[in-house]
Nanobody, 117 residues
């Protein structure tokens, strides 16, 4: 069983930045594809970033491309999400996720990100 613990959420003004962190335990970290999802009130959940096991390949939807950056440190069992130029539309609960081939099998408890206008 994989445990994921997020940190770094909070309240920020539009145009600001936040960095989310997620530490994993329970399995060899480098065997996991990692990702970040978000769920905003009244909206479907959305994958905002994924990263492969070695950290050499990342993917983003158009809604966050060029603003969000996912990275990982396999030595620290940690994945990060750097969020820049935040917009009120980015307000959501952000979840750290993991899986063997796509990161949607294991989920963290979530961290709230609120962007004020």
């Amino acid at each position: 069983q994989v445990q994921l613990v997020e940190s770094g959420g909070g309240l920020v003004e539009a145009g600001g930045s936040l960095r989310l962190s997620c530490t994993a335990s329970g399995r060899t970290f480098s065997s996991l594809v990692m990702g970040w999802f978000r769920r905003a009130p009244g909206k479907e959940r959305e994958a905002v970033a994924t990263i492969n096991k070695s950290g050499t390949s990342t993917r983003y939807p158009d809604s966050v491309k060029d603003r969000f950056t996912i990275s990982r440190d396999n030595a620290k069992n940690t994945v990060y999400l750097q969020m820049n130029s935040l917009e009120p539309e980015d307000t959501a609960i952000y979840y750290c996720t993991a899986g063997d081939y796509y990161p949607d099998y294991y989920w963290g408890q979530g961290t709230q990100v609120t962007v004020s206008s």
